[in-house]
């Protein structure tokens, strides 16, 4: 009996949790039947996804450098005992000089490399997201992200390492682009389109801060794998979660939708290209002290592994900082995104050419902290810019635009670990600190080209009021029609489909047989 009734008893429990799964499902789906619901749980899956990719970016810089000088080591130690078994001292000495320098320009292609292929890559994602949407792409890109974590964890030499830190370029092209055009076109209202994209940006900044020591603490106490293994099971996660909740596959409520702009004409877009300036001269300072400013506290400041290891941790705070300011100030003045933007760069560039006065740890604090304060400032100001630069100038569709971003990012990055070492040997770290201030400094006036863009409504576009060629496609019939409706002073609702405040959705307008408003 006491058999029975304990098997009577597990029945029950796994009734009960059963009936909790089928409830919290339940609730699940009627979340993403709830609009406001929905938006906050893509908002979740998108910022998973930029965490991810910025740890996978940033986790490397404590084990890859140790792993590699390992692998070095054994290989040269083997070669030289086989070849030159009675070498003199001095002979070896040159050898490791060598094999130091060698390696330096082996971790900075390695580095760069995935920089360097999301670069190629992004005009291509970026035409595939408009035409098949945002929710594909994004699943694409955490599949190949998975997939190059995989690599890495299990990878024994350096030819994997640099395909498997490739192959994540590949996935960032995909993943972020389509991420960042996913909350643009979720979130239609300026305001929480900014708020949506800061907190986007503040998952990035503590992804790539928090990546280090996570990545150094694993890699110190449970090897190699560890780190990668539990970083792939995240995506994984993330990536069940997308086709769970979105449903990629059986959502096709971009087939008609309008074509978006072509990608080649976004980038000669005068307003665009200057927020794409922007946004790759603000970078820069980040992306070349990154890989140079360890060597020099080291040589100057003598400064401690741990100092080293910690000297960016203190600035995640300030970007936070500078994240909520500038969300809560587009609230109340969202015409002056240009001048929040341009404020960013100059205090970029102020804390820039303060970074080789610092003699002391405590010191170099000051200017780091400034150097992401501003990066923050420019990140939440113009990342919203660009998509109101879609509505108002071209059609409502985001992956060209966010590509276009996601390409300033990366030659950024991609000139960093080649370059900065570069200019630093040959220049020197105060001339290449001096340099980035000034060019950030001179670059913040061109944001007033978008003092009057900034101003505009998506319903009184410069696209409407200044299209010199005939209209193409029904998106630009409509909108000619609607144009041409308010100067005559009557409604053309009876003659075609409904074109809201934000932009045309013919979607929404072939689902219903009369005109909707939203």
């Known amino acids: 009996m006491d058999g029975e009734g304990g098997s009577f008893g597990l029945a029950k429990t796994a009734a009960v ?13 009627s979340a993403m039947k709830d609009p406001h619901q929905q938006k906050r749980i893509i908002l979740v899956i998108v910022c998973v996804a930029l965490l991810l990719d910025n740890m996978l970016y940033m986790v490397i810089v404590p084990i890859i450098p140790d792993y590699l000088a390992d692998l070095e080591s054994e290989q040269s130690e083997h070669v030289h ?8 001292s001095a002979n070896s000495t040159n050898q490791d000089k060598s094999n130091k320098d060698n390696l330096d320009i ?20 970026g035409t595939f997201i408009d035409r098949v949407g945002y929710d594909i792409p994004l699943l694409i890109g955490l599949t190949v992200m998975f997939v190059s974590t995989c690599i890495f964890a299990f990878a024994e030499n350096y030819a994997t390492l640099f395909a498997a830190r490739s192959l994540q370029g590949l996935g960032s092209a995909f993943a972020d682009t389509s991420g960042f055009a996913m909350i643009a076109d979720k979130y239609t209202e300026e305001t929480e389109r900014s708020r949506a994209l800061g907190i986007s940006l503040a998952f ?20 190699k794998r560890v780190p990668f293994i539990v970083l792939a099971s995240v995506c994984l996660a993330d990536g069940v979660l997308l086709l769970t909740v979105i449903k990629p596959f059986s959502n096709r409520t971009r087939e008609n939708m309008p074509v978006g702009t072509p990608i ?28 140079t400013i360890a060597n020099w506290m080291e040589s100057t400041m003598h400064s401690t592994q ?53 003699k002391t740890f405590g010191q170099l604090i000051a200017p780091l902290c400034g150097i992401c304060f501003g990066i923050a400032l420019v990140d939440t100001a113009l990342l919203p810019t660009l998509a109101f630069l879609v509505d108002v100038r071209h059609v409502s569709v985001y992956g060209g635009v966010y590509a276009i ?19 630093v040997h040959n220049l020197g770290f105060v001339q290449l600190n001096l340099g980035m201030g000034l060019v950030n400094v001179l670059y913040a006036p061109a944001l007033l080209l978008l003092r009057n863009v900034c101003q505009m409504k998506p319903s009184y576009s410069e696209r409407d009021n200044l299209l010199d060629e005939a209209p193409q496609g029904l998106y630009d019939t409509i909108k000619m029609e609607e144009v041409r409706g308010k ?20 979607f929404r307008a072939q689902q219903s047989s009369a005109p909707e408003y939203t």
């Open 17 to 29: 949790k059963l009936s909790e799964m089928g409830e919290r499902t339940k609730q699940l789906g």
């Open 81 to 88: 005992l086989v070849l030159h078994p009675n070498t003199s």
């Open 106 to 125: 082996q971790i900075g292609v390695l580095f760069a490399s995935k920089a360097i292929l999301q670069l190629l890559v992004n005009p291509l994602s």
């Open 204 to 223: 990035i900044s503590f992804g790539s801060l928090v990546a280090p020591p996570f990545g150094g603490i694993l890699y110190e106490f449970a090897g």
């Open 264 to 291: 080649y004409r976004l980038m000669i877009d005068p307003y665009i290209a200057v927020v794409a300036g922007a946004l790759t001269v603000a970078n820069i300072p980040l992306a070349f002290l990154e890989p």
């Open 306 to 358: 741990w100092e080293m290891g910690l000297t960016w941790l203190p600035a995640f705070f300030p970007h936070i900082l500078g994240v909520y300011i500038t969300v809560k100030l587009a609230a109340k003045n969202p015409h002056l995104q240009w001048f929040y933007g341009a404020l960013g760069m100059v205090i970029i560039g102020a804390s820039s050419c303060t970074v080789p006065a610092c």
């Open 405 to 423: 971003a996601d390409i300033s990012y990366s030659i950024a990055y991609a000139m960093g670990p080649i370059v900065a070492g570069q200019i």
């Open 487 to 506: 100067k005559k002073g009557y409604s053309t609702a009876g003659n075609c489909l409904s074109v809201d405040e934000n932009g045309f959705d013919p």
